[in-house]
């Protein structure tokens, strides 16, 4: 099972919707095989023991899950560790995280996960982009430049384009095309890093135009 990044900057409003998924996925906060971890600070010592948790035979059922409700505050160490837990997770086991931003987490991390937005969903919006993007998909590199000079509404098209291949990930059953769209999610979250810190975005588009698989 793919984990799930939950991005709400409120804390009860993040556990409220961390407990909707694990009652979708039939977890409880008092189940033995469920690891909840409200620590203000998460360092290597949790993420080796939620390392340990999925290593061991659940105590019921046949599947386990482990909680992080401020992953934001994990340190650089915790989330390399954790890391390699998420790449290795089995079908049947589920990682959930919290995080009041999704750059407070390493792209690696943000690209292999489910993203929700509980505030603010995407989903519930309309799209404007879509199209477009399936159809740039098979565009040489050219017209792809010609498509994002003439672009109005740039900032939206790049948070369009992160969800675009975020939903192309958890659709992808092909192991060849999930590994091509991760990479190419890690390169939208650091563009999008790139924007919030004033580089022009016609610029940080065309790098990912040429990126694009």
């Known amino acids: 099972m793919i984990a799930h990044l939950i991005i709400e900057k409120y804390l009860d409003q993040r556990i409220l919707e ?7 996925y039939n977890f409880s906060k008092n189940r033995p095989n469920m690891l909840w971890i409200d620590d203000e600070k998460v360092g290597i ?17 046949s599947s386990s899950a482990a909680v992080i409700i401020q992953a934001d505050s994990m340190t650089q160490e915790a989330q390399n560790s954790l890391l ?11 990682i959930i995280l919290g995080s009041s931003s999704e750059t407070s987490l390493v792209p690696p991390i943000v690209s292999r996960c489910f993203l929700i937005y509980p505030q603010t969903s995407q989903s519930s919006q309309k799209l404007k982009f879509q199209e477009d993007i399936n159809q740039l998909k098979q565009m040489n590199i050219e017209s792809r430049f010609v498509f994002i000079e ?15 291949f975020q939903q192309s990930l958890q659709k ?7 590994k091509d769209n991760i990479h190419f999610l890690e390169k939208i979250l650091e ?12 610029a940080v588009l065309e790098y990912l135009m040429l990126e694009m698989p």
């Open 172 to 178: 992808s059953p092909d192991q060849s095309s999930q």
């Open 18 to 24: 961390i407990e909707k998924i694990m009652t979708k």
């Open 45 to 61: 010592a949790q993420a080796k023991l939620i390392r340990d948790h999925f290593s061991l035979k659940p105590f019921e059922g």
């Open 150 to 164: 003439k672009l109005n509404d740039k900032e939206s098209f790049l948070n369009e384009l992160e969800y675009f």
């Open 191 to 202: 563009a999008q890093k790139w924007a919030q810190q004033n580089v022009n975005i016609r």
């Open 84 to 94: 390699k837990t998420i790449e290795e997770l089995k079908e049947e086991n589920l």
